[in-house]
Structures are given as structure tokens and as C-alpha cells.
């Protein structure tokens, strides 16, 4: 009663737990050592346990464990900081195991219009456009992530829909040289980068389309060289495009 009247509530669970001993199992705490308290309190751990005898004893053990205190503090703000990066970053991200996704932050789901709870769980190749794409693309990946521990590529993401988005994907091992134990894919949405070169590329095409039509001899020459030869051009210097490019 002495060694604990500063903490009533466990002093009370003390006396109660003493009583009790020769039914119940062994009795274990933690508490803080009074006028400890503030940026480093000392944390103490209670235990006792009854010793069958010719006289039944109690053994009451009191070990510092400040120290793994602190360190469980510091473990649990990192899982905090990892768990905050995870679930608020802009950037798809998804841990895979065994051909699933084990898990998902907010940012993939949005992006690819699934809820998490219908995403968690998910087969990996209900993620690509097609099945043609994830047969072509499962070997480079599963190749080069044995190999290297990494993939990077550019790929459409299938969205609950069915529609597509082009995504830039990273893909890494949770483990150097063990992929099977996990790996972590992030997805960035470039789609409206896509659609802008494609555009781009439709637009070169029609003008070329157009330049083929003259009967104008006309060459386009950039750094490397000649890049492209009309059709009158070509004619005119008795060859195909492949001839002169460069």
C-alpha cells in the first residue's frame, strides 16, 4: 500500500490481484513512475506470481522498460507517417502479392473507379486494358523485377467501367530478390499527356498527308538529318524515305 499509494488506480488492481493469485494467472502492469512525467517519463513494468512452497510466496518483479517504451513510440510514429503517406498521396499506390492486390490507398481507387473494399483483393490482371496486354507485358515485368527489383512503364489502366487511362507505372520489391513476398506498384495518371501526343501525332500525319499531295518537292530536316521526304521528293531523288532518313 506504501509503495504504490501514489497510484491509487494500481494499488487498487494490486490488492485486488494478491487475493486472487492462488486462482487467477500470473499479474503484469506498466505504469509511470511518479514525478517522472514529461518529455522522458520512466516507465516501469509490475509483475507478480505466486510461488508454490512450504510458505506461499509472492514475487513481485519492477524492471525499467523506458527504453522499449521509447522505441515502440518511435516504431508506432513511423507506422503512422508510412500509413499518412500511403492513404494521402496524390500517386496510385497498391502492395501485390500472389497475383492480387493485397492493399490500396485512396488516390488508385479514385483512379480507377473501384472502392477500396472492391479493389483489396482484386486479381492484378483485372488492372490492365486488356488480357492480350497483361500476357505481352506479366513476363517483362516478372523478368525484370527477378532481375533488377524494378519495372517502369507506361501502360492503360482498366477502370471498374471499362473505360482506359494511361498510366505511368513503377513497380518495386518489398525484398531484394524475393518479389513473391510483395511488391509495390505506384500509378501516376498521364492520360491527358497521352491524348495531348496523340493529337499531336494525328496532327503531323494529316499535314504530311497533305504535303504528299503537292507536287512540290519538300524535305523536313532536323539535328540527325533528313526526318521526312514527301512523295514528290521521293520521286524526285529515285528513292524511299528509308533511304535518306539520317
Known amino acids: 500500500e506504501t509503495l504504490f499509494a501514489a497510484l491509487p488506480e494500481l494499488a487498487r488492481q494490486v490488492q485486488d490481484a494478491l487475493s486472487e493469485l492462488s486462482s487467477a ?3 503484469e502492469a506498466e505504469f509511470i513512475e511518479v ?16 510461488v508454490q512452497g512450504p510458505v506461499d510466496e509472492v514475487v513481485a518483479v519492477i524492471s525499467d522498460i523506458s527504453r522499449l517504451k521509447a522505441q515502440q513510440a518511435q516504431l508506432e510514429a513511423l507506422v503512422q507517417d508510412r500509413e499518412l503517406m500511403f492513404n494521402l498521396s496524390d500517386v496510385g499506390m497498391a502492395i501485390l502479392r500472389q497475383g492480387k492486390v493485397a492493399r490500396a490507398n485512396e488516390a488508385l481507387a479514385a483512379m480507377s473507379g473501384y472502392r477500396l473494399g472492391e479493389l483489396n483483393g482484386l486479381e492484378h490482371r483485372e488492372l490492365f486494358d486488356s488480357q492480350f496486354e497483361y500476357e505481352r507485358l506479366h513476363p517483362q515485368m516478372r523478368q525484370s523485377l527477378a532481375a533488377h527489383g524494378q519495372w517502369k512503364g507506361e501502360r492503360r489502366l482498366r477502370r471498374r467501367d471499362g473505360s482506359g487511362l494511361w498510366t505511368q507505372v513503377s513497380k518495386r520489391v518489398m525484398r531484394p530478390g524475393a518479389p513473391e513476398e510483395g511488391v509495390i506498384a505506384t500509378y501516376v495518371n498521364v492520360d ?42 521521293r520521286r ?3 528513292g524511299d524515305l528509308g533511304d535518306f532518313l539520317g
Open 25 to 27: 494467472p500470473d499479474f
Open 35 to 50: 514525478g517522472s512525467e514529461g518529455e522522458a517519463p520512466r516507465w516501469l513494468s509490475l509483475s507478480l506470481r505466486k
Open 192 to 233: 491527358d499527356r497521352w491524348r495531348a501526343q496523340q493529337s499531336l501525332m494525328l496532327q503531323t500525319e494529316r499535314e504530311r498527308a497533305v504535303l504528299d499531295s503537292v507536287l512540290v518537292g519538300i524535305v523536313t530536316v532536323g539535328r540527325a538529318g533528313i526526318e521526312w521526304m514527301n512523295r514528290s521528293a
Open 236 to 238: 524526285m531523288f529515285g
